[in-house]
Nanobody, 132 residues
């Protein structure tokens, strides 16, 4: 069974840190680009950070540059999102998603664009709440 499961969310004070994990199973993880997305109440889902399957190309939303770091451990079939210097506006449900390459450059383009469209698999989400 294909699964993509997020964990590590919770309640944290402003300025604190959390480390989100996205554990994959049921597919060839290292052939997929992975994205982290979030959706706050009343807002559209947006890209937070994405990483390609091949050369490790990464994307960060302007609002999280210098605060968040994405990484992947293919041996563990897991992608991480290290979240530092958290602010209340970061409060949202965070989702991870995976997309398989269609052509050679496809997942690089998708990772660089980091839009919540065209992904093959989605996790259930994990709540991140940042208090002021």
């Amino acid at each position: 069974e294909v699964q993509l499961v997020e964990s590590g969310g919770g309640l944290v004070q402003a300025g604190g840190s959390l480390r989100l994990s996205c554990a994959a199973s049921g597919f060839t993880f290292d052939d997929y680009a992975i994205g982290w997305f979030r959706q706050a109440p009343g807002k559209e889902r947006e890209g937070v950070s994405c990483i390609s399957d091949s050369d490790g190309t990464t994307y960060y939303a302007d609002s999280v540059k210098g605060r968040f770091t994405i990484s992947r451990d293919n041996a563990k079939n897991t992608v991480y999102l290290e979240m530092n210097s958290l602010k209340p506006e970061h409060t949202a449900v965070y989702y991870c998603a995976a997309v398989r390459s269609r052509v050679r450059i496809y997942t690089i383009v998708v990772a660089t664009t980091c839009l919540p469209v065209g992904y093959d698999y989605w996790g259930q989400g994990t709540q991140v709440t940042v208090s002021s």
